[in-house]
């Protein structure tokens, strides 16, 4: 892990442009015993030539065996140990969507489900409504007032949106509501902590669930709602702090935009969602930042869904669009995942995530011929924990002093 | 090191079957540079195809360099830091002969040796006795008695037996009585803390001893005591609660079935001692548990003897074995040693132990053609902490869940 007492004194705020590219989901794994992965089967002269000239190797981001979440996963390529800095799904989801949370807010991530006659869930994703329709929706739930605390309800995407209470001595040791499986009914949210604080805050809660609910009976896909992921904002240390860079984040989905923010990027608008789009935007401000973390969301989408064609697709735009970020001349580029999301498995997975770093003149030869994970394997960078990924990336900029005389 | 709140929080308790199989001090050495070690002499084409279908590498039990005894390389392999969970020999001596130790026990690892005329140790072994002996002696011991504590005396095996103390207010912090050469008299057992409960322990651990030596005085060759691994149980997170598997061990030797009942294990009975045998053990048991560790104690014997051909055998014997556990179809199989003890230093090492992983359609490709250590050192894996075992096989037996979202 990046130590950040020790980062924040080697760092110089001086040195080179690093861009950290990341793939949603790159990792992956063959169809068949000893066929390619995803990422091998993709033609990509570009990254193989990258890597080739680079050195590469796998990254870990939480620890052997643990399949990692976007959120936390990204929290690693930042340099935070994830499990030293639990960041919730509400908070991310908030500062995704440019909410300015206070230090005692509490923020739950929100999803519009449906449920039966005897109201049970049959739909925890409400059909995937629309973001109009849940923007109408969210508008209807500003209606409801709670006892002693403010309370902001914000769309996000589709059927997910944002509750956050503000007020004095609240919890976000309190219980998620949805059951996680169809056929049962959204659970009522529990304290879990000890103390008065958790006790009132999931009162709160189901007090706003029981008014939401006559507010929704008129919509068959959207007739209750269900909350996840509480949290308070974790004051992770800044970037301009820690690594004393002028940071920017490109990216399209709202939790990633709300993860650089925690961070201390600042978040650039992009019009367009495809890579072409943010390289854009990237070009636009090359001379007003330090780093800029660039995020490609489908690659995920296209394991999720089981299809590694589409998949291999995905790699292929991306290796397509990058001459233009080349052309920028960055001192350092990471190319990289979050996570392996392997269309054969259809769900994110903990193995290692392959990572080529170019830095001309600063590397030496390794064997890595290509960007693939059994060439990564053979990289000089060997297996490593994801938090080493920005100290690496400021070495390699020249941004850090010697530790020590 | 397996982080038991993220583990348990993890682990799902639904799965694919896992079996451990560890031939005790597995890794070797080569008799001459250049040459293969002993798992690589050895003729073992089904390992060898393991580990061509899955990922290999090597572990490090307990850290760089250092040499580990049989009792924390198996706490590792369970996921353990045997560095923060200390089990001392006594209490895994006392687990493996199936004596229930009770909280405030203090156990002791004791060994019948020969003293001369002047009460020096001429053999600290006592000239390996047979377990008959041992059981007869142990026998006369059960007269001593102890003020203001109950006192167990029970057989092992050959020339060893454990001591419980059995009382309020006793200490584990004592120190050992074994000499560990000969030609010197058994030491007196010291306080190793400050207060009066490792005083009194101390002192009741002398009395013992003092009342033995007229107890043995007819006996040529186990006419004295010594006593080591002075320890408490040690609570250690049980492995269906951190993991939530229902795990089963087949072992042969008691320590290891100890440390398997601490762990949370059940010990099965086997009768005979080839892997065979333990196979129709694991075969019996096949639908009644998740996971099965598996323990082939010859490896070890073979290379404390110098004896790298008869080690080759032992390795050769698993092989020929294999196709029957096999044949059970588990999901993850894991392949592997405690340790290393190379035949040609006659005793355990710190080298990095070999392991393959097979779990089909759950790995990438990896460069290992073969089960050896040089293979290994080719594989995927890399070389890694033993305390990786477990999450690594959970995961690839799909038993753990997304760490955040």
Same mark, same amino acid.
């Given at each position: 892990?990046?130590n950040?007492?020790?980062m924040?004194?080697?760092?110089?705020?001086?040195?080179?442009?690093?861009?950290?590219?990341?793939?949603?989901?790159?990792?992956?794994?063959?169809?068949?015993?000893?066929?390619?992965?995803?990422?091998?089967?993709?033609q990509?002269?570009?990254?193989?030539?990258?890597?080739?000239?680079?050195?590469?190797? *796998? #990254?870990?981001?939480?620890?052997?065996?643990?399949? =990692?979440?976007?959120?936390?996963?990204?929290?690693?390529?930042?340099?935070?140990d994830?499990?030293?800095f639990?960041? @919730?799904?509400g908070?991310?989801?908030?500062?995704?969507?440019?909410?300015?949370?206070?230090?005692?807010?509490?923020? @739950?991530?929100? !999803?519009?489900? &449906?449920?039966?006659? !005897?109201?049970?869930?049959?739909?925890?994703?409400?059909?995937?409504?629309?973001?109009?329709?849940?923007?109408?929706?969210?508008?209807?739930?500003?209606?409801?007032?709670?006892p @002693?605390?403010?309370?902001?309800?914000?769309p996000?995407?589709d059927?997910?949106?944002?509750?956050?209470l503000?007020?004095?001595g609240?919890?976000?040791?309190?219980s998620?509501?949805?059951?996680?499986?169809? @056929?049962?009914p959204?659970?009522?949210?529990?304290?879990?902590?000890?103390?008065?604080?958790?006790?009132?805050?999931?009162e709160?809660?189901?007090?706003f669930?029981e008014?939401?609910?006559?507010?929704?009976?008129?919509?068959?896909?959207? !007739?209750?709602?269900?909350v996840?992921?509480?949290?308070?904002?974790?004051n *992770?240390p800044?970037? /301009?702090?820690?690594?004393?860079? /002028?940071?920017?984040?490109?990216?399209?989905?709202?939790?990633y935009?709300?993860?650089?923010?925690?961070?201390?990027?600042?978040? *650039? =608008?992009?019009?367009?969602?495809?890579?072409?789009?943010?390289?854009?935007?990237?070009?636009? #401000?090359?001379?007003?930042?330090?780093?800029?973390?660039?995020?490609?969301?489908?690659?995920?989408?296209?394991?999720?869904?089981?299809?590694?064609?589409?998949?291999?697709?995905?790699?292929?735009?991306?290796?397509?669009?990058l001459?233009?970020?080349?052309?920028?001349?960055?001192?350092?580029?990471?190319?990289?995942g979050?996570h392996?999301?392997?269309?054969?498995l259809?769900?994110? &997975?903990? /193995?290692?995530v392959?990572?080529?770093?170019?830095?001309?003149?600063?590397?030496?030869?390794?064997?890595?011929?290509?960007?693939?994970? &059994?060439e990564c394997?053979?990289?000089l960078?060997?297996?490593?924990?994801t &938090?080493?990924?920005?100290?690496?990336?400021?070495?390699h900029?020249?941004?850090?002093?010697r530790?020590?005389?």
């Amino acid at each position: 892990m990046a130590n950040f007492d020790v980062m924040s004194e080697l760092t110089t705020g001086a040195g080179g442009k690093i861009v950290l590219l990341v793939m949603d989901g790159l990792g992956g794994l063959p169809l068949e015993p000893g066929g390619p992965t995803e990422l091998e089967a993709a033609q990509t002269p570009t990254m193989d030539r990258l890597a080739r000239e680079g050195i590469a190797g *796998l #990254h870990v981001p939480i620890g052997a065996g643990i399949t =990692p979440g976007s959120g936390p996963s990204h929290l690693a390529l930042f340099g935070y140990d994830p499990i030293r800095f639990g960041v @919730g799904r509400g908070v991310l989801e908030a500062f995704g969507i440019g909410f300015e949370l206070q230090p005692q807010d509490v923020a @739950g991530r929100a !999803n519009f489900c &449906t449920v039966d006659a !005897n109201g049970l869930v049959v739909d925890r994703r409400a059909g995937r409504i629309p973001t109009e329709l849940c923007i109408k929706l969210v508008d209807r739930l500003r209606a409801i007032t709670l006892p @002693g605390v403010e309370v902001f309800v914000e769309p996000v995407k589709d059927y997910r949106f944002v509750i956050v209470l503000r007020g004095e001595g609240l919890s976000d040791r309190i219980s998620e509501t949805d059951p996680l499986v169809v @056929g049962k009914p959204p659970l009522p949210c529990l304290p879990e902590e000890p103390g008065p604080s958790a006790k009132r805050t999931a009162e709160l809660v189901n007090q706003f669930i029981e008014a939401a609910r006559p507010l929704l009976a008129d919509q068959p896909a959207a !007739n209750m709602i269900t909350v996840r992921g509480w949290s308070k904002d974790p004051n *992770l240390p800044q970037f /301009h702090e820690v690594y004393k860079l /002028h940071a920017a984040a490109v990216a399209v989905y709202p939790m990633y935009r709300g993860v650089s923010k925690l961070a201390g990027m600042d978040v *650039l =608008p992009v019009s367009g969602e495809t890579l072409a789009d943010e390289i854009k935007v990237v070009a636009e #401000h090359w001379s007003d930042y330090d780093f800029f973390f660039v995020h490609v969301k489908p690659a995920d989408s296209r394991g999720e869904d089981g299809d590694f064609q589409g998949k291999v697709r995905v790699i292929e735009s991306v290796d397509a669009a990058l001459p233009a970020l080349l052309d920028l001349k960055p001192d350092v580029l990471v190319i990289t995942g979050d996570h392996s999301t392997p269309a054969v498995l259809r769900s994110h &997975t903990w /193995h290692p995530v392959p990572l080529l770093l170019w830095a001309p003149g600063r590397v030496r030869t390794d064997a890595a011929q290509a960007f693939g994970e &059994t060439e990564c394997a053979r990289g000089l960078l060997g297996t490593f924990p994801t &938090t080493d990924v920005m100290p690496l990336a400021l070495a390699h900029a020249m941004r850090m002093v010697r530790y020590g005389a």
